[in-house]
């Protein structure tokens, strides 16, 4: 009996141990503040339309790019760490320049833009003029603790001007990233410019 005592609670320390071990590896993906000032984090475009004129028609022949909604994890300006199915932290020291869902609304427009020669139209001035909609959900621009991956999901609505609607999600991942900034910012700069490729061409027809 009391062997089995023993062995008890060797088991219960060696499990609160590993619990705190795992704390202490994921403990770099949560901001508490500090002393490391923030990094700050914007996406760019990897294709850009070129100078001079990149389409014409009228606001009816037009493509309106609307931000995409997003829940409350991506409504910030801070990089959601998906440590396990229910637990949530953000990446330490990173900042976006702007909420991801309206730098992701300005990557897609420039990258639909470069890719083809219609009208590209952002924000909600001409919305009621506009034809052709794209909308959508972005579901995840984040890290993933677990596969130590950058992942961007979108959920693309296209509402045609002779009133088709398609929709299609679109996901890249980039695996192998450390919880840091100056990894993770690259890799989802990168992995955003992948999904609005791939929507670019579901746009165009050719996806």
Do not use: H
Request: proline letters at 4%; one cysteine or more; glycine letters at 10%.
């Amino acid at each position: 009996m009391i062997v089995k005592e023993g062995k008890d609670m060797m088991g219960l320390i060696g499990v609160k141990g590993a619990i705190i071990a795992a704390s202490l590896l994921l403990a770099g993906c949560v901001s508490f503040g500090g002393d490391v000032p923030d990094q700050l984090i914007t996406l760019t475009p990897e294709e850009t339309a070129p100078a001079g004129n990149f389409g014409g028609g009228t606001a009816a022949s037009a493509i309106v790019v609307l931000d995409p909604d997003t829940d409350r994890r991506l409504d910030v300006t801070r990089v959601p760490v998906q440590i396990d199915a229910s637990t949530l932290a953000y990446l330490e020291n990173a900042v976006w320049v702007e909420k991801p869902a309206r730098q992701f609304r300005r990557l897609l427009a420039e990258t639909i833009r470069a890719k083809g020669g219609r009208v590209v139209v952002e924000g909600s001035d001409v919305e009621v003029a506009g034809k052709t909609f794209l909308s959508g959900r972005l579901v995840d621009m984040g890290y993933d603790a677990q596969v130590q991956a950058v992942i961007v999901r979108f959920d693309g609505l296209l509402e045609e001007k002779d009133g088709v609607i398609r929709s299609r999600r679109f996901e890249a991942e980039v695996v192998g990233i450390p919880a840091e900034v100056a990894s993770v910012a690259p890799a989802l700069n990168e992995a955003a410019n992948d999904v609005a490729a791939q929507v670019a061409d579901w746009v165009a027809g050719e996806g």
